[in-house]
């Protein structure tokens, strides 16, 4: 079975965290004000993730699923509708881990919205469809990511790196993933129609 990283980051010590209990935890240890919006910040975010790292004695993290980023996310763009739960899976690990390609299938699409900086953007990322399961899989807030358009990968590939804040919209660092299925019709869409698609999906509802 091939993983999304390495063998080395697999084999290092890593484990579920909710990221939104977590950043709870953080703010009242350190006597933060009730509606404190100081984890925008992308630098204090990933400072708040390494201390939770810290704290159950991990190298690395994973979650997100449906998770509630109401106290994590508190003073960004998801405030005006309140649609705080996230729709991805997250993989916080540090910036420049090697990510691979976990599914077959095509890269579909290639994106860079990285100067919408703290606003939503995926910053680099890229989109793999499986035909077969017609299910479309996004690597987001990466960094550079070569014009791969058209290729075909296997589990094993290498896609890029995981990107630091300057590259990847705006974040703290690490790997959103998010599955979404497809209509039958995205069979014949253009680069233009993915390039649309990557617009309008969010990691949040």
Avoid at 42 to 69: I, Y
Avoid at 105 to 113: F, L, N, P, Q, S
Avoid at 156 to 169: A, Q, Y
Avoid at 194 to 205: M, N, P, T
Wanted: charged share 20%; with cysteine.
């Amino acid at each position: 079975m091939h993983t999304v990283f390495k063998s080395t980051v697999m084999a290092q010590r890593y484990g579920y965290v909710n990221l939104d209990l977590a950043a709870q935890q953080w703010l009242a240890d350190r006597d933060y004000p009730k509606g404190s919006k100081i984890l925008k910040d992308p630098t204090v975010a990933h400072e708040m993730e390494e201390d939770s790292h810290a704290r159950f004695g991990l190298k690395w993290s994973h979650g997100g699923w449906m998770e509630d980023r109401s106290t994590l996310r508190r003073g960004s763009y998801l405030d005006k509708e309140k649609l705080y739960l996230h729709l991805g899976i997250d993989l916080n690990v540090n910036p420049n881990t090697i990510v691979h390609s976990t599914v077959h299938g095509t890269v579909v699409y290639v994106g860079d919205d990285k100067e919408s900086f703290g606003a939503g953007g995926w910053g680099n990322h890229c989109i793999l469809y499986m035909d077969d399961v017609r299910m479309a899989l996004l690597y987001a807030h990466l960094s550079h990511v070569g014009n791969m358009v058209g290729m075909e990968v296997a589990p094993g590939t290498p896609l890029s790196t995981v990107g630091d804040t300057h590259e990847n919209g705006g974040w703290r660092p690490h790997l959103h993933m998010q599955l979404v299925r497809m209509p039958a019709e995205c069979v014949h869409w253009t680069t233009k129609s993915w390039g649309r698609f990557s617009e309008e999906i969010d990691g949040y509802a």
